[in-house]
C-alpha cells in the first residue's frame, strides 16, 4: 500500500475505532456507577493512551541503536502533544458549537489531573541527572502517586445519571445492552485505535524517511502525532457531545498516566538522558500544564484559549525542524 493509502486507511480506522471506544466507555462508567471525571480520567484515558504506552515499550524491546533516543523522545514528547496541539483541536471543536463556545468542566477534575501530571513529570525531570539506582526510586515513586490519583478519582465525584447513547452493536435494541456487548465493542474499539495509530505511524515514519528527517524530530514530534490520535478524536467527539468533563479528562488524564507509567519505564530501561531538545520539550510540557490549569482553574474557558495552547507546539517543531541535527550532535 501506498504513503497516502496508509494515511487515509489509518484515519478512517482510528475515527471508526473513536466512536466505538467513547459509546462504550461512556455505558462501562455507566454501568459501573464511576463518576464522571473518572469515566473520562481514568476508563478512556488508560484505553487510548495504549498506543503511545507500546512505542517506547517495543523500541526498546527490539534492542535498535536509535531504540533509547526514539523511546525517550516517545514518552516525553506525548504530554507536550496533548498539552498543546490536543488541547488547540478541542478548542476548535468547542468554537463549532454554536451555542456553546465555552469548555465547562469540573475545577476538581482539572486540579487532580494535572496536579498529578506536574508532580509526575516533575520526578521524571529530576531522573534526568539522577544515577541508575535511585531512578529505580523514582520510578517506584510516581507509580506509588498514580495508583493514589486512581483511588482519588474513584472516590471523586458523583456518578451521572443520563443514560448513554445506545450502545452501537445493538443500536435498535431497546433498555441497557449486556455488561458483555460493553466490553465486547470497547476492545473492539481499543483494538481498532492501537491498529490504526500502528498504521499512522508506519506511514509517517516511510515519509519522514523519504524526507530525511532527524531521528529526535520524528520520536519528539512525529510518532506523538500518530499515537494522540485517538485522545484527540475522543476529545472532539465528546465536546460535540457537550460531554465536557470527559473531553477534558480523556487529554488530562493520558497526560498523568503517560507521567506515571511510560515515565517509570523510561527511567528504569532506558538511559534517561534527553539530551537538549529533549530536555526543552520537558520543560515546555510542564509550562504548558501550569499555564492549563490556571487556564480551567475556574473550570471554563473560551475555545480561543484553548485553540491558542498549539501555538508553542508549532514554535517546537519549527525549532526542531530548523535546529535538531546540530542540537542533536551536540
Same mark, same amino acid.
Given at each position: ?21 467513547? $459509546? ?17 480520567? +481514568? ?6 493512551? /495504549?498506543?503511545?504506552?507500546?512505542? *517506547? ?108 447513547? *445506545? ?16 466490553? +465486547?465493542?470497547?476492545? #473492539? ?11 499512522? #505511524? ?19 514530534? #512525529? ?10 478524536? $475522543? ?14 479528562? $480523556? ?59 498549539? /501555538? ?19
Amino acid at each position: 500500500m501506498t504513503t497516502a493509502g496508509l494515511f487515509v486507511a489509518s484515519i478512517l480506522i482510528i475515527v471508526g475505532g473513536s466512536e466505538l471506544f467513547t $459509546n462504550a466507555v461512556e455505558w462501562a462508567g455507566h454501568r459501573l456507577g464511576l463518576a464522571r471525571g473518572a469515566t473520562g480520567s +481514568l476508563l478512556a484515558a488508560l484505553g487510548t493512551a /495504549l498506543p503511545e504506552t507500546t512505542v *517506547p515499550i517495543v523500541a526498546v524491546a527490539g534492542r535498535r541503536p536509535s531504540a533509547d533516543g526514539v523511546a525517550v523522545g516517545a514518552i516525553l514528547g506525548a504530554p507536550l502533544l496533548l498539552l498543546t496541539l490536543g488541547l488547540a483541536v478541542t478548542g476548535i471543536a468547542v468554537l463549532s458549537r454554536h451555542d456553546a463556545r465555552e469548555l465547562v468542566v469540573e475545577p476538581r477534575q482539572v486540579h487532580r489531573d494535572l496536579g498529578t501530571f506536574i508532580a509526575g513529570f516533575s520526578i521524571l525531570m529530576v531522573g534526568f541527572v539522577l544515577p541508575e539506582w535511585a531512578r529505580v526510586v523514582a520510578a517506584i515513586a510516581v507509580l506509588v502517586l498514580y495508583a493514589g490519583y486512581v483511588r482519588a478519582t474513584l472516590r471523586g465525584g458523583d456518578p451521572s445519571l443520563t443514560e448513554p447513547e *445506545p450502545l452501537h452493536l445493538v443500536r435498535r435494541r431497546p433498555g441497557a445492552p449486556p455488561s458483555a456487548l460493553i466490553g +465486547l465493542q470497547l476492545m #473492539v474499539g481499543v483494538a481498532a485505535l492501537i491498529g490504526g495509530a500502528e498504521l499512522f #505511524v508506519r506511514a509517517i515514519e516511510d515519509l519522514a524517511h523519504s524526507l530525511t528527517l532527524a531521528p529526535l524530530l520524528l520520536s519528539l514530534v #512525529v510518532v506523538p502525532v500518530a499515537t494522540e490520535l485517538p485522545e484527540t478524536l $475522543n476529545s472532539v467527539l465528546w465536546v460535540r457531545a457537550r460531554s465536557d468533563w470527559l473531553a477534558l479528562g $480523556n487529554v488530562a488524564g493520558a497526560t498523568a498516566f503517560q507521567a506515571c507509567i511510560p515515565g517509570a519505564f523510561g527511567l528504569v530501561f532506558t538511559s534517561w538522558r534527553p539530551g537538549p531538545l529533549g530536555l526543552a520539550s520537558a520543560l515546555l510540557s510542564l509550562a504548558m500544564s501550569g499555564a492549563v490549569l490556571a487556564l480551567l482553574r475556574r473550570g471554563r474557558s473560551r475555545g480561543w484559549w484553548l485553540l491558542c495552547c498549539g /501555538l508553542p507546539w508549532v514554535v517546537l517543531v519549527a525549532v526542531i525542524a530548523t535546529t535538531g541535527q546540530r542540537l542533536q550532535a551536540s
